[in-house]
């Protein structure tokens, strides 16, 4: 079986729902072993956010998920990561993930991992290209073959409508109160993104 790890950080439930929703494109195909794992939280970010209802509320919605660890990433074949935008870049909780995998790049534990990416942002020209390019930088680092979402599948990405999307990866608009949750176009779009991410990883570990 090929094995795809889903893993993102959501602290308003928008990348949660696009998590979701690749991890359940893949559920039923007999092929992948799939797991679906939530970036752990900073102590400094929960007790700063802890007063807003809605990050309150999203976390209870995200509390039977798992935390995601390094042995995950060394588990997985393939990786699709949930990483929502801050200021256009990762937030400080995925690049402390990432950073702190050091022992797995010292032993190239994740060379030859096929990876995607999906971003949420506030607004539409808020950053999402911009998080998933740099975001892209220090898997590289780390190895892994990235895929993008590509115009002949997603054909959301030429519909002229409010709703996320780009060729680098799927993504999703929140709005600038966070109330707008990802369209069914959004969601298609992380599923497809997932069941590329699994069909690359199928054939690279039969050959890397």
């Known amino acids: 079986m090929t094995k795809v790890l889903i893993t993102y950080y959501s602290s308003y439930g928008h990348i949660f729902k ?50 995601a660890n390094h042995s995950d990433l060394e588990w997985a074949d393939g990786i699709v990561w949930g990483i929502p935008t801050r200021f256009g870049n990762m937030p400080a909780q995925v690049k402390q993930f990432i950073d702190t995998a050091g022992g797995l790049w010292a032993k190239g534990a994740l060379e030859g991992k096929v990876t995607g990416i999906m971003s949420s942002t506030n607004t539409v020209h808020g950053g999402q290209e911009s998080t998933i390019l740099s ?11 990235f895929v993008g979402s590509p115009y002949g599948e997603n054909k959301e990405l030429n519909e002229f409508k409010l709703q996320g999307g780009t060729p680098y990866g799927p993504s999703t608009i929140a709005g600038g109160d966070g109330s707008q949750m990802p369209t069914d176009g959004d969601l298609n779009m992380a599923g ?9 990883a199928s054939g690279v570990k039969e050959v890397y």
């Open 192 to 200: 497809r993104l997932a069941k590329r991410v699994a069909k690359v």
């Open 18 to 67: 696009m998590a979701q929703s690749a991890a359940a494109a893949l559920e039923d195909n007999e092929d992948y072993e799939v797991k679906l794992r939530k970036i752990p939280e900073l102590e400094a970010a929960r007790k700063g956010m802890s007063s807003q209802d809605a990050y309150v509320e999203a976390q209870k919605a995200q509390a039977d998920v798992k935390k």
């Open 135 to 145: 975001s892209l930088i220090p898997l590289l680092h780390l190895g892994m073959i």
